[in-house]
């Protein structure tokens, strides 16, 4: 399956304007391909008022987010990959979600379905088999 990252932030980039509130987001500025104002960057990471009215031509793929923002008054091309977000908040409540690593990110070598299949088959096996509910009448 592809990542969620990107329906989830849209969605909850929608979420935060549909509520008159402040989508800000945290990009990791050192990500590669990003382009953010550097003189802006703290720690590495960069936090951006994405208002409908602080951006112009916002798009937002599945892979990179884009718009033009201005920073002391000069405007700036914002080129974000998806993967550098790392979290989107609304500014007056803190409403939001911090993003993970998504699973094609992640290690999966190490996972082994036989041993679930094992296990599973093993719990089944394992359960008593009267032919009777577990569930009780309440009265």
């Known amino acids: 399956m592809t990542p969620n990252r990107p329906y989830l932030l849209r969605a909850f980039y929608e979420w935060i304007v549909d509520n008159d509130c402040t989508p800000y987001l945290v990009v990791d500025a050192e990500y590669p391909d990003t382009k953010v104002p550097p ?28 718009c033009s923002a201005r920073f002391g008054g000069h405007p700036f091309a914002l080129y974000i990959p998806i993967k550098a977000v790392l979290a989107i908040y609304a500014k007056e409540n803190g409403a939001g979600t911090v993003f993970t690593l ?38």
């Open 102 to 139: 998504d699973e094609d990110e992640t290690d999966m070598d190490d996972y082994d379905e036989s041993a679930e299949t094992e296990t599973t088959e093993q719990a089944s096996e394992s359960k008593p088999k009267t032919g009777r509910s577990h569930l009780t009448v309440v009265k």
């Open 39 to 66: 003189q802006f960057v703290q720690n590495g990471q960069i936090v951006l008022n994405m208002a409908p009215s602080a951006v112009a031509q916002m798009q937002m793929g599945n892979d990179v987010l884009s």
